[in-house]
C-alpha cells in the first residue's frame, strides 16, 4: 500500500506556472505507475497525465500537452507536475493516484488517490 500527499498548488495569473508534488509513502514507490488527475466544480475528474514505473514512457490528455510536464523521482518517492502557461480553465483540485503496475494507459484505472491540492488561476 502507498499513502500519498499533494502539494504545491496555490493561486497564479494566467499564464503563471506551478509545480506541484506528490509524495509517496514506502519504500516500493518506483513499482508504482503514477498520475495526475483534476476535478473542478462541477465537473467530472479527468486524467491530466501520467509516467510509468521508470519514468521512460509519459502521456498527456491533449489539453495539456506542451504545456504540462509529469516527471518522477523514484530516489526521493516523489512525482512532479510543472504546469507552465496556465489557463483560467486549467483551475481545479488536482490529485495524485498509484497503481501497482509498470504503467497505466489513459482511461485506466488507479488504486491509490491523494486528498488533492487546490490551483487557482486568475485572468
Known amino acids: 500500500q502507498v499513502q500519498l500527499v499533494e502539494s504545491g498548488g496555490g493561486l497564479v495569473q494566467a499564464g503563471g506556472s506551478l509545480r506541484l508534488s506528490c509524495q509517496a509513502s514506502?519504500?516500493?514507490?518506483?513499482?508504482?505507475?503514477m498520475g495526475w488527475f483534476r476535478q473542478a466544480p462541477g465537473k467530472e475528474r479527468e486524467f491530466v497525465a501520467g509516467?510509468?514505473?521508470?519514468?521512460?514512457?509519459?502521456y498527456y490528455a491533449d489539453s495539456v500537452k506542451g504545456r504540462f510536464t509529469i516527471s518522477r523521482d523514484n530516489a526521493k518517492n516523489t512525482m512532479y507536475l510543472q504546469m507552465n502557461s496556465l489557463k483560467p480553465e486549467d483551475m481545479a483540485v488536482y490529485y495524485c493516484?498509484?497503481?501497482?503496475?509498470?504503467?497505466?494507459?489513459?482511461?485506466?484505472?488507479?488504486?491509490?488517490w491523494g486528498q488533492g491540492t487546490q490551483v487557482t488561476v486568475s485572468s
Open positions: 493516484a498509484a497503481a501497482n503496475k509498470p504503467l497505466v494507459l489513459p482511461g485506466g484505472s488507479y488504486e491509490y
Open positions: 509516467v510509468s514505473r521508470s519514468g521512460g514512457s509519459t
Open positions: 514506502g519504500r516500493t514507490f518506483s513499482t508504482y505507475a
